[in-house]
């Protein structure tokens, strides 16, 4: 193979690479077209029904809110769900005229339902949380407790080993004193 040919080979490989990457490209701004479409229309449909617990930037911000801090989030969204009543419920389903009224109270019964065990369920985490939180808050102010304890024995000892080694100390230089004066009254 001639470094011509080597070079031709080399420029489709590359001229292939570059169409995958701007096809890769096209598609990904597509993508993202079509979610951006459909997330206004599901922002405007929110926002056209006029109520404040349905306010499209509102759920956005509590669904971040969720992602960054899960226990703010999680009271923000169930402060959300605790506003949505049934008369929230009419104003989202009758705005569909494919669902008759007998669908949309089986639909609001159902709903109801749902929300209020999930709040329920909520309230239960956060109680739950809460109860781990006192536990562990009691353990560590007993192993505070036990350690207190446990350094102020640590230092009766220590002062208890310093008071006998200082006696040692002094018995053993009271002696040594003594020996010496016998040694040097032997010695003249």
Not at 40 to 66: A, H, M, T, V, W
Not at 165 to 172: G, P, Q
Not at 179 to 184: D, E, K, N, Q, S
């Amino acid at each position: 193979m001639s470094e011509e040919e080597a070079n031709q080979i080399a420029d489709r490989l590359e001229s292939t690479y570059r169409s995958l990457v701007e096809q890769v490209a096209n598609i990904q701004k597509t993508v993202q077209s079509a979610i951006d479409s459909v997330l206004g229309k599901i922002r405007d449909y929110l926002n056209s029904l006029e109520r404040p617990e349905l306010n499209y930037e509102s759920i956005q911000d509590d669904f971040r809110k969720l992602f960054d801090d899960p226990q703010a989030g999680l009271e923000s969204l169930r402060h959300r769900l605790s506003q949505f009543d049934r008369s929230t419920l009419v104003a989202v389903l009758s705005s569909r005229e494919d669902i008759s009224e007998a669908d949309v109270n089986r639909i609001l019964d159902k709903i109801e339902e749902t929300r209020n065990s999930v709040l329920h369920q909520a309230e239960q985490i956060q109680h739950e949380v809460q109860r781990r939180f006192h536990q562990v808050k009691e353990q560590a102010y007993k192993q505070a407790i036990e350690t207190q304890k446990a350094a102020a024995s640590a230092a009766w000892w220590l002062f208890g080993t310093a008071i006998v080694s200082l006696t040692a100390s002094t018995l053993a230089g009271a002696i040594a004193v003594s020996g010496a004066r016998v040694i040097t009254s032997l010695a003249h």
